[in-house]
Antibody, heavy 113, light 112 residues
């Protein structure tokens, strides 16, 4: 059974950093592109970042470019999202996904003073 | 960025009835490789999104044949026949042809 379990969320002040992790199991992690998608409270879905099978290619939406870094460790079947210079508009539930097919349960990030 | 316009915003359907959701794109979703990366998701209350249909018309693993997708180019439709109580939630279309990938704004399905 495919499982994606996110962790690392919480309350953080504007301008600070947070690192999300996603532990994958039940499939060959290195066979999948991976991505982070977020959903602000009561809002729709927003694709944030993607990473290729070996981590050699990454993609970011403009609003997080230069602030967020997506990475992966295939040996540990884990996906990460380093979020720096956080803003209030980054407040959302962040989902880890196998490029849209399978999804984790999400982790909440609240950016507030 | 590609804008996906979903209509209607909400639907009230009787059990056993049929629902139809439209997703129109601001530009063609045919990729240079010939594939069309338009997908449909359902987000049930309090849950993560789940993939229903990928590449316009292919049902994902475990999705019943009550769900069907169709369309081409810029116009796409999700049909749900014989609506059941577990079908309630918000339906989203997603395009993964053009970066940045974008979602439609969602259609809320409620059961009468």
């Amino acid at each position: 059974e495919v499982q994606l379990v996110e962790s690392g969320g919480g309350l953080v002040q504007p301008g600070r950093s947070l690192k999300l992790s996603c532990a994958a199991s039940g499939f060959t992690f290195s066979d999948y592109y991976m991505a982070w998608v977020r959903q602000a409270p009561t809002k729709g879905l927003e694709w944030v970042a993607s990473i290729s099978y070996d981590g050699g290619s990454t993609y970011y939406r403009d609003s997080v470019k230069g602030r967020f870094t997506i990475s992966r460790d295939n040996a540990k079947s884990s996906l990460y999202l380093q979020m720096d210079s956080l803003r209030s508009e980054d407040t959302a539930t962040y989902y880890c996904t196998t490029d849209g097919a399978y999804w984790g349960q999400g982790v909440m990030v609240t950016v507030s003073s | 960025d590609v804008v996906l316009t979903q209509t209607p915003v909400s639907l009230l359907i009787s059990l056993g009835g049929q629902a139809s959701i439209s997703c129109r794109s601001s530009q063609s979703l045919v990729h240079s490789n010939g594939n069309t990366y338009l997908h449909w998701y359902l987000q049930k209350p309090g849950q993560s999104p789940q993939l229903l249909i990928y590449q316009v018309s292919n049902r994902f693993s475990g999705i019943p044949d009550r769900f069907s997708g169709s369309g081409s180019g810029t116009d796409f439709t999700l049909k749900i026949s014989r609506v059941e109580p577990e079908d309630l939630g918000v339906y989203y279309c997603l395009q993964r042809t053009h970066n940045p990938f974008t979602f439609g704004s969602g259609t809320k399905l409620e059961i009468k």
